[in-house]
Structure formats: structure tokens, C-alpha cells
């Protein structure tokens, strides 16, 4: 008999997003998709752009009472984002 090397389809797709190149990419938009799920409704709306560059998060508020406390609160989202999304992605959040 043979042996056959059984694996499961959450094995095979991780190894295939992996071997393609698109797991940080995926997990960047992971990112994305957590922001309002961490930061809540009232700050999600006043979000009008985010994009991810050099593993830094750069997010426009425009409201400057929550842009000032959010920039205080850096670290704090930077890890609570990366817990979201159950990896290091970014290594900063810059609020403009």
C-alpha cells in the first residue's frame, strides 16, 4: 500500500496564498476591514481614507477634537488592529 499525504483544505489554501504572495496584502485589507470593529461607529464615520504604506496605517479624520485623540492613542490602536487581525501587519497608525 501507499501512503497518501492528506491535508487538509485550510492547509492547502493557506500554503497557496502564501506561495502567491498575497498573504500581507490580504491582511492589510484585514486591517482595513477592522477599523470600525475597533475603533466604533462614531469613528468610522468620520473616516473619510485609509491606506496602508511602509507598514505604517495613515487614516484622514475629519473631525479635529477625534484626530488629536486618536493620534494620542497610537500605540494603543496600532496594537488592538493587529490583535484583530491575529498578526503583525503595521507597526504604526499616522492620523491626518
Do not use: C
Not at 506561495?19 to 470593529?37: F, S, V
Amino acid at each position: 500500500m501507499f501512503r497518501r499525504n492528506v491535508r487538509s483544505l485550510d492547509d492547502l489554501l493557506q500554503q497557496f496564498i502564501r506561495d502567491e504572495g498575497l498573504e500581507t496584502p490580504l491582511l492589510q485589507k484585514r486591517i482595513m476591514d477592522a477599523w470600525e470593529q475597533v475603533t466604533g461607529k462614531m469613528v468610522a464615520d468620520y473616516t473619510e481614507e485609509k491606506h496602508i504604506k511602509n507598514q505604517v496605517l495613515h487614516v484622514k479624520i475629519t473631525n479635529p477634537a477625534l484626530r488629536q485623540d486618536l493620534s494620542m492613542m497610537r500605540s494603543q490602536l496600532t496594537r488592538r488592529l493587529n490583535e484583530a487581525v491575529g498578526g503583525m501587519v503595521i507597526s504604526d497608525v499616522r492620523v491626518h
